[in-house]
């Protein structure tokens, strides 16, 4: 198959994924992402909280949406204590087990201040079994007390990101932090392009959005949705690469990078859309993988398909590694397939198709 994605896209695609857009804090981000975006839409708007809505068509009345989340995980600083030591809140599903050693950026009105997640040296933990929580861990910024942690910017409510960056593996492996779901604003952002390149010509409007604060409940979906009052919603996230040691595929499921995106099957998943985006993936012989989810997906599928009267909605999904990790990984070849399979999708919906089972 011919490669998607070129030089200026990944160019891109570096930059995006780089920049830190913790949940709650996206504007950064989003405005990286609607000016590279431009050049191939009509017309966008945001709103309140940061949500992009980019839009192909904005003359046809029936409206398709493809969706993307655009936060990463993140901290809060909580408590600082009298001798400089900064206590934590999760912002998001951030994991404890992987902060000790890490190097942090605090974002504050002053600017970037570095730090890092301190923990005791094995040799004085010797007979103790304590493991990484909230409580223990600490970020160490090289001050000594409290006001002089506070002269350099930073105060309670400060968000706190990773600050490892965007690498390839082995030439065709992207891996880093992030990816969960800057991963699927970039390929959205790709659709638009390959449409606006291939001068496809949609029957209906396109809205394209890339949503704020998904990662603590589906919220920016939630408040955009009832907004655009979509006819069909088509979103991307990632799901987890069970072909990796500890995870338990009875439990998980059996999904494998480098296999294609993953579709899900679920109550939130309007069975007719879903058999229209197997269908385009089977003409077009692009791979994919089947799962099944248990009550909710717990994406933004579910936020628009439980809005309005009840949205027609799908998940494609990206098998992903070590999710919530400073060390997110995925295959370029699944991205390019997910790519070319919401490119099929969306040339195989009808303007103004019902997708009721019963009529």
């Known amino acids: 198959m011919k490669k998607i994605i070129n030089k200026q896209s990944q160019a891109f695609l570096e930059k995006y994924l780089n920049n830190s857009s913790p949940t ?13 975006i431009r050049p ?18 904005p003359e046809e009345k029936y409206k398709v949406v493809i969706e993307a989340h655009a936060d990463e995980i993140s901290w809060f600083v909580h408590y600082i204590t009298k001798d400089g030591f900064i206590y934590l809140r999760k912002n998001g599903g951030s994991d404890h087990m992987i902060a000790p050693s890490k190097r942090v950026n605090i974002h504050t009105d002053k600017g970037i201040v570095k730090a890092i997640f301190g923990w005791p040296a094995i040799h004085t933990r010797r007979g103790k079994d304590e493991a990484p929580s909230l409580k223990n861990i600490c970020l160490d910024c ?13 105060h309670v409510g400060c968000v706190v990101t990773f600050q490892d960056e965007f690498i390839t593996l082995n030439g065709n492996r992207y891996c880093g932090r992030a990816l969960d779901n800057r991963m699927g604003g970039f390929m959205i952002a790709e659709v638009l392009r390959l449409l606006k ?3 496809i ?24 949705a009832h907004k655009i009052k979509p006819d069909v919603a088509i979103v991307t996230d990632v799901c987890h690469d069970t072909n990796t040691p500890m995870i338990s595929k009875i439990v998980q499921g059996d999904l494998k990078s480098g296999d294609g995106p993953v579709l899900t099957y679920g109550p939130a998943v309007q069975n007719n859309l879903l058999k229209l985006i197997i269908t385009a993936a089977e ?4 791979p994919f993988q089947r799962a099944a989810a ?4 717990g994406t933004d599928t579910d936020a628009f398909a439980y809005s309005n009267d009840g949205v027609p909605s ?7 590694r070590y999710m919530h990790t400073t060390v997110e990984m995925c295959h370029k070849e699944d991205v390019e397939n997910t790519i070319r399979l919401i490119v099929h999708s969306l040339t195989s919906i009808k303007n103004n198709q019902d997708f009721r089972y019963i009529k």
Do not use: H
């Not at 090289?142 to 930073?154: A, I, L, R």
């Not at 799908?314 to 992903?320: G, N, V, Y």
């Open 24 to 36: 709650g804090f996206e504007s950064e981000g989003q405005k990286l992402w609607l000016d590279y």
């Open 40 to 57: 191939f839409i009509d017309d966008y708007y945001t709103d309140n909280y940061g949500t992009v809505v980019a839009i192909v068509n």
């Open 142 to 154: 090289g001050c000594s007390t409290k006001e002089e942690v506070e002269s350099m910017g930073v």
């Open 197 to 199: 390149k291939d001068k």
């Open 201 to 224: 010509k949609l029957p209906f409007g396109l809205y394209v959005v890339n949503a704020v604060q998904e990662e603590v409940g589906l919220r920016g979906a939630q408040m955009i």
């Open 283 to 286: 003409k077009n012989k692009i």
């Open 294 to 297: 248990s009550r909710a997906t």
């Open 314 to 320: 799908a998940l494609i999904s990206l098998p992903l």
